[in-house]
């Protein structure tokens, strides 16, 4: 088996120094074309405010600049060049042609301000991102305006406060499962609400017991992840729904891990009340490197009064207008629209697949899951041993004892040239490794993943020495992290004369 | 599918490998009766060439062979084509968060270029790495502010920009905190005095804005000695940044949040772009957000890595400094790519060019008769003027020229009706600018007779 394995190599990497370390007086990398207004002076026109200098800012030539940027690139690892494999993250591949119609003439140009007669074809799009998306959910009405996931968690729990509140009581508690992802928690306390965490049961999904026992009528709802961190279907939903609904509760999903669900499972079916998506996880938009992402908030009509204002609205006659005559919202989380371009983009990855291939996409990537999750697991503990969906998570157990941990493995898969999973989430497991292939990976290269965490393993037993001090392939070694922390060195600054 | 890399003879050979017959199997975990029976009813499959027509048609419905004097908080500038050549490439676009520092070494020393630069340009000690745009950046520099005062009362200048003061509002309904608005005075700028019966020692935190939403500039000492004085904290927001190669920063401020869009983000309808939050050094261990930090690796090489995350909700979880997750990296990549091509002098001679060009369109409006420019205090390239008559008959007219003239400031500011807010960028010819000026003209004269009529009956 060892010999099949291939090791990355280092390819060429230059070194790069910082941009300001680069910079010459006089240079630049732009040119203006030319003034054909009469100039005014800046020093006179502004007088007190005007300002001589920036101090420090870079003087590059617009090749260096090239030069540099491209450098600092194939530092990265990337979809592009291989298989990630980082759990919750689904980095599955963000096709080219999106990032040509984001960037058509109006859809990358017109303002948001534009008249909204002038800007139907904008419109017209967002009106088609919320279609497809409530079609693929199974929800009544959604709103794409937060900016990102956690934007949407806060906006989906401000909905259901404002709705308790109008019902007389907006109480004081959001059960959140210890499994959760930390924006949870966080967003809970932000929509004013505390955190009341709900244990898992040894299935490592909800207990509907202790649910039973911690609703009561100042609990406000449950914020739920399904498929959940596990990569497990919370099969209970319908009755975790009654529970919550008969304290007079409201269910929110977290929708994090919808690439286990689009074309198999709508949502809306559940008995839930609210969720978000993540455009940038199940709709293939570029994750860029930590950003831009889309959180769409999507709603069943209980909650619909309360969505972010404008509202997009398709009209009786085909055209879309702004609604801003929402008297009910819970106000607005984002000015103008949204991450409007990537609404573009998810909208091009819907049609690109249609329904059919939407549904094999999602097939691959539970088929994906399982395949790596079976032909592993002789190698690792797995302590949720459930049917997975579209991720699984090991435990690093059996490594530890040779004082590898999770962290460890990661770093030594790097040297086998793939990205690591995701390492010590969720919490709910003791060094967990956290797999999620996408169905961006092919059988080949998910063999050559599987040959990796096994050759890994056995390393882990006969030289541990060897993972612990992984990666020795990269540019950098492990970095010393204790050290930027405790003398926080945030900027470049000129050396002292 | 073409995006799709798996064979028929994979998925059956994998399905074998796991004791499955079928793939349906896989999902028998879902209870039947939440199971999809019927395929979803969404469009497509779309080739490629479909897809580019679909997106085709949506682009000839928009407005983009007009001329837009729109700003607010969105600035047209000329986006230089390195920047694509250099966000399109995978490595960059096609990443994650870099929490695997030795393989994302590209990415966190652009972020930190980025934050370096930011901290340059405001003024500030330290900057972080992106927040997801303008609104929500001052939304966190006041959070930032309540949890460094200990206090909970807001106060914003009226002419912060409106959707941003929506987005603060809706943050803090929840939080027991009172928000007050203060007004601005006759010259478009912040009312001093207003100011300081408005804050008090319950005060966390005092939002203004420079340019303000009117594009008038602030003088900050002054408000700064007022907001201090009784142990508040100022933030200073931005939406409009290249005014800083040619303003001085807000250096009085506690925090300086702002949007950066202007630095080569496409306007693409509202989004995405990119906020910043830059701050003083003492103030780092609060701030919301990620932050790359220098550091060695085990050989002693300089590299970078995130640090300080134990602000961050995935580790600190209800307790978090912000809920953020996600930033906006590509764009604050971009935002780094042209300040690093137009440099110093490149981004000054810019900045000069949209003052030039502002004055230029002011000045001319100000002569039309019936037109006023109310404001007198200092503007860049943005500036309020009041129309001769009906501002929605004035922006039609101008519509017909392929001119959308500005926004109409009305619908913000029931006191301002028929005054219009006006940006003037790099890319407005002075050709497009005459035009427009010739329409204001035209529509003046109707206004400018029945005046002089009126004033002949008088």
Partial sequence: MTNRIKNATPHMTRNEDLIFERS?????????????????????TLGDLYRRDIEGFPEISELDVMRHFTRLS???????????????????????????????AGLGTDHPYTPEQLSQGCLKVLADTQRALLEI???????????????????GLLMIRACL????????????????????????TISGYEALPLKSDSRGCVDLAELERLMSTEVAGLMLTNPNTLGIFEQDIQKICEIVHIKGGLVYMDG??????????????????????????????????????????????VLEPYLPAPTVEEQPDGSVRLNYD????VGRVRAFYGNFGMAVRALAYILAYGPEGLRQATEDAVLNANYVKERIRECYDLPYDAPSMHECVFSDKRQESRGVRTGDIAKRLIDYGFHPYTTSFPLIVHGALMIEPTESAGKVELDALIDALRSIAQEAQESPELVQTAPHTTRVSRLDEVGAARKPVLRWKPAAP | MRYLPSSDSDRAAMLDAIGKKAVGELFEQIPAGLRLRDRLNVPGPLSEPELLEYFEQASVESACDYVSLLGAGAYAHYRPVVIDALILRGEFLTSYTPYQAEISQGNLQAMFEFQTLIAQLTGM????????????????????????????????????????????????????????????????????????????????????????????????AKIAEVVHKRGALLVSAVTEPLSLALVKPPIEADIVCGE??????????????????ATKEQFVRQMPGRLVGQTRDSEGRRGYCLTLATREQHIRREKATSNICTSQSLMALNATIYMCLLGKSGLRALAEQNLSKACYAADELGKVPGASLPFAASHFNEFVVKAPGDCGELLAALREEKVIGGLPLERFYPELKDHLLVCVTEIVSRRALDRMIEVWHRFSRPVAESIADAAAVG
């Fill in chain 1, 74 to 104: 194939t530092w990265n690892y990337s979809i592009d060049a291989g298989v990630y494999p980082l759990g919750s993250c689904t980095m599955k591949y963000n096709p080219r042609l999106n990032e040509t119609v984001a960037r058509f």
């Fill in chain 1, 326 to 329: 929402r008297p009910r919202s």
């Fill in chain 1, 24 to 44: 010459k007086p006089g240079k630049t990398g732009a040119e203006l074309r030319p003034l054909d207004v009469p100039a005014r002076s800046a020093e006179r």
């Fill in chain 1, 137 to 155: 959910t199974g929800m009544d009405a959604i709103s794409l305006q937060p900016a990102a996931g956690a934007q949407g968690e806060l906006t």
């Fill in chain 2, 125 to 220: 000690d330290v900057a972080n790495s992106s927040l997801y745009d303008g609104s929500t950046a001052a939304n966190e520099a006041v959070l930032m502010a309540m949890r460094l005062t200990r206090r909970n009362r807001v106060v914003v200048a009226r002419t912060l920009h409106p959707e941003y003061r929506q987005v603060i509002e809706t943050y803090l309904q929840h939080q027991g905190v009172e928000i007050a608005e203060t007004p601005y005075a006759s010259t478009g700028q912040i009312d001093l005095a207003a100011l300081e019966s408005v804050v008090n020692d319950q005060t966390a935190a005092v939002v203004v804005q420079s340019p303000n939403f009117f594009g008038t500039l602030e003088s900050w």
């Fill in chain 1, 165 to 188: 509140r109008e019902r007389g009581d907006a109480r004081r508690f959001i059960l959140v499962p210890d499994s959760a992802h930390g924006t949870n928690p966080a967003s809970v």
């Fill in chain 1, 256 to 301: 994090a891990n919808m690439n286990a669900l689009v074309g198999v499972a709508q949502p809306g079916r559940f008995g839930i009340d609210v969720m978000h998506l993540n455009l940038h996880k199940t709709f293939s938009t570029p994750h860029g490197g930590g950003g831009p992402g889309s959180g769409p908030v999507a709603v069943k009509r």
């Fill in chain 2, 260 to 277: 950066a869009q202007s630095f080569g983000v496409p306007v693409a309808y509202g989004g995405p772009y990119v906020g910043f939050l």
